[in-house]
């Protein structure tokens, strides 16, 4: 049984979803959001803050290492053609 940890985040919100397969299947074990404060001006806070909530969230469900998927956004990309 493989387990995974989906991770998306925008300007004011992140999101997770917790999963497992089971042969065919896909069973979601959690999801949740929550809003992303202000970095208050301190380089790192706001990614400190995400990196807390989501340690928090999966200590709350008991659930060690998984794969971890990341969703991110087109416009934080930058992509240069060789």
């Known amino acids: 049984m493989a387990r995974f940890l989906a991770v998306d985040w925008d300007q004011?919100?992140?999101?997770?979803?917790l999963a497992?397969?089971?042969?065919?299947?896909?069973?979601?074990?959690?999801?949740?959001?929550?809003?992303?404060?202000?970095?208050n001006g301190?380089?790192?806070?706001?990614?400190?803050?995400?990196?807390?909530w989501l340690h928090d969230e999966l200590a709350r469900h008991k659930w060690g290492r998984?794969?971890?998927l990341v969703g991110l956004d087109r416009a934080t990309l930058e992509i240069l053609h060789l």
């Open 12 to 17: 004011s919100e992140v999101r997770y979803v």
């Open 20 to 39: 497992s397969t089971r042969g065919q299947g896909l069973d979601v074990v959690a999801a949740a959001s929550t809003a992303i404060g202000s970095d």
């Open 42 to 52: 301190e380089p790192g806070a706001r990614a400190a803050a995400i990196g807390q």
């Open 66 to 68: 998984t794969e971890t």
